[in-house]
Nanobody
């Protein structure tokens, strides 16, 4: 059974920083794209940033220049360094991975359970 587990969320003051981590576990053959999404109360889940296997990255306009996504393929992990946090960055952050399980010939998408980020003074 494949699982994605996030960590690193919490309460931070505006202007502060947090680093989110997500590790994938289970019978994984290969991981393709990994990403971070977030969902604020009353809003739809939105893409924050993604990173492909070749380390090409994509960012939402609202976080460009402040957030940095990275991955460690050996550790089956993806990270999100969040700097200069704003109150509008608050929400539940979800890890996403498109991966192929051992023994399967196709990719499936998986989500973590989410980690809460609160930005408030």
């Amino acid at each position: 059974q494949v699982q994605l587990v996030e960590s690193g969320g919490g309460l931070v003051q505006p202007g502060g920083s947090l680093r989110l981590s997500c590790v994938a576990s289970g019978s994984i053959f290969k991981i393709n794209t990994m990403a971070w999404y977030r969902q604020a109360p009353g809003k739809q889940r939105e893409l924050v940033s993604s990173i492909a296997t070749g380390n090409s990255t994509n960012y939402a306009d609202s976080v460009k220049g402040r957030f940095t996504i990275s991955r460690d393929n050996a550790k089956k992990s993806v990270y999100l360094q969040m700097n200069s946090l704003k109150p509008e960055d608050a929400g539940v952050y979800y890890c996403y991975a498109q991966l192929r399980s051992t023994g399967l010939a196709y990719y499936m998408t998986y989500w973590g359970q989410g980690t809460q980020v609160t930005v408030s003074s």
